[in-house]
């Protein structure tokens, strides 16, 4: 299997991604359960939120997964029709080797350490 130069750094960002969302996720969650518990009470605000948490996941992957049947696993892969009529996932028109892994790893630090500073005390 040969890679190109432009596939280079699609597996950290893929991760870096992954782990920021985790983060972002937690952290909501936590002050989501925080507020629903100070209104509710402890117990019923856990099965308020769970509940709100399942909807809102059923409808995320719902909407992802059947927009038009074009859901992309990377942003330098496109969907076209070939000559015979069907769809196939081709390498699109990014420049080679623009993957700016360091770039993101620093915003998303950044992103974490403001949250972390202003809201989130999911860390520290």
């Known amino acids: 299997m040969e890679y190109s130069n432009q596939s280079k750094g699609k597996g950290l960002i893929s991760m870096l ?51 038009g049947g074009n859901y992309l696993t990377s942003e330098a892969t496109a969907i076209i029709r070939g000559e015979d009529g069907r769809l196939q996932q081709v390498e699109s028109s990014v420049e080679k080797g623009r993957n700016p892994a360091f770039f993101i790893a620093m915003l998303y630090g950044m992103i974490i350490l403001m949250s972390e500073i202003s809201w989130s005390d999911l860390l520290w």
């Open 17 to 67: 991604t992954a782990g920021f969302g985790l983060y972002l996720t937690a952290a909501m969650w936590t002050e989501f359960n925080n507020a629903l518990g100070a209104f509710l009470g402890p117990s019923m605000g856990i099965i308020v939120g769970t509940f709100v948490f399942m909807i809102y996941q059923s409808k995320k992957n719902e909407n992802e997964f059947t927009q």
